[in-house]
């Protein structure tokens, strides 16, 4: 989408990618997870990890082509946290599967939250990446697509500076 939008990081773009659109296709939703599942596999993991909201889908659809369960991780008094009884045996390996990668924070965040309840996170994958920095992550990894999406600041953004009113259609940032 086009505009003017208050990204989950916090940063602003003139661009939003909206995974759930192309995610609420079941078949759509399955062939991309069978495709971040052959980049990810390698990393042999036991269980797929999505953070809330972006990653339960794709997660979700990850697993099941990879054969292993999903567990998701939610934001709970400004934190990602395991909930519903989801854990982990000591050092299982994991991997953390997003919709979109900007700055790489909800991704940091799930590793935190998934290898403070023991498990190991092996690698990381999107759907997306919007120009994640190379060192934004301690663990490896992977997207299907890579496009450049400027983003700036909210006190350097240009259309901030322009007057254009800002939407903020992800789920980290009620809608204003």
């Known amino acids: 989408m086009t505009g003017h939008f208050r990204l989950s ?24 997870g069978d495709a971040l599942a052959d980049l990810l596999g390698s990393f042999s993991p036991s269980v797929v ?10 997660g979700h659809e ?14 709970k008094d400004g934190s990602m946290q395991l909930r519903r009884g989801f854990r982990f045996s000591k ?7 997003e919709d979109v990668f900007t700055t790489g924070k909800s991704t940091r965040e799930t590793i935190a939250a998934v290898e403070q309840q023991g498990a190991r996170v092996v690698a990381a994958g999107s759907i997306v990446d919007r120009g994640l920095s190379p060192d934004a992550l301690v663990v490896p990894w992977r997207s299907l697509l890579a496009i450049d999406a400027p983003s700036w600041p909210e006190n350097a953004c240009p259309l901030c500076a322009e007057g254009f009113p800002v939407e903020s259609p992800g789920s980290r940032h009620p809608a204003a």
């Not at 995974?19 to 062939?31: K, S």
């Open 9 to 32: 990081s916090g940063l602003h773009s003139d661009r939003y990618l909206q995974c759930a659109l192309i995610l609420q296709w079941p078949e759509r939703a399955r062939r991309i």
């Open 49 to 58: 990890v999505g953070p809330a909201l972006g990653g339960v889908i794709i």
């Open 62 to 75: 990850t697993a099941r082509a990879l054969g292993v369960r999903c567990v998701f991780t939610e934001r």
């Open 91 to 97: 050092g299982e390996p994991a991997v953390v599967v």
